[in-house]
């Protein structure tokens, strides 16, 4: 007995009707035989990863806030934040700012950290106070300064931030 099955599905779920011809290849084998292999990179507008170095880069940076879920978008150009000697990327989430500064390494974020004047900035574990200020968030060789006032979006980002950059 041939069973005839029609489909008005997408065309990925197509593959895997069969219209009852026996003599064809099951719809596990035809669909096995057009995944690319794993660890492949051949996959179709996949971006090149991030290569881990233990420390932060600008992709890396993209990719943690894009990996969290909060759909970044940077500014092509670079702006000058008092008092960091580094020039800083500025990242928007939604409607918020996010004034990234990457240092060649850990001492010379820690050397630049020395100028900064605490009373200017909240620290991304502490409550927000009645004054608006940023919030300033350390990881390795990066300083972030969040622009938001929104409680979820500075857990959410300094989550991904304070996780450390990816590994080797």
């Known amino acids: 007995m041939t069973l005839r099955l029609s489909c008005v599905l997408p065309a990925l779920v197509l593959a895997a009707c069969s219209r009852g011809d026996d003599s064809r290849q099951p719809p596990?084998?035809?669909a096995k035989a057009s995944v690319p292999a794993a660890g492949s990179t051949a996959a179709v507008g996949a971006k090149p990863a991030c290569a881990p170095t233990g420390l932060w880069t600008p992709c890396a940076v993209l990719e943690r806030l894009d990996r969290s879920g909060l759909a970044p978008r940077a500014d092509s150009g670079s702006v000058t934040v008092a008092p960091f000697a580094v020039a800083a990327r500025t990242i928007h989430l939604g409607a918020?700012?996010?004034?990234?500064m990457i240092y060649p390494d850990v001492a010379a974020r820690e050397r630049?950290?020395?100028?900064?004047d605490r009373s200017r900035y909240v620290e991304y574990d502490a409550p927000l106070g009645m004054k608006s200020l940023p919030t300033i968030i350390r990881s390795a060789n990066l300083i972030a300064v969040l622009h938001s006032r929104n409680d979820h979006q500075r857990e959410r980002v300094s989550d991904a931030i304070t996780a450390g950059p990816p590994q080797p």
């Open 112 to 116: 630049d950290e020395r100028n900064l």
């Open 28 to 30: 596990a084998a035809t």
């Open 96 to 100: 918020s700012a996010l004034d990234v």
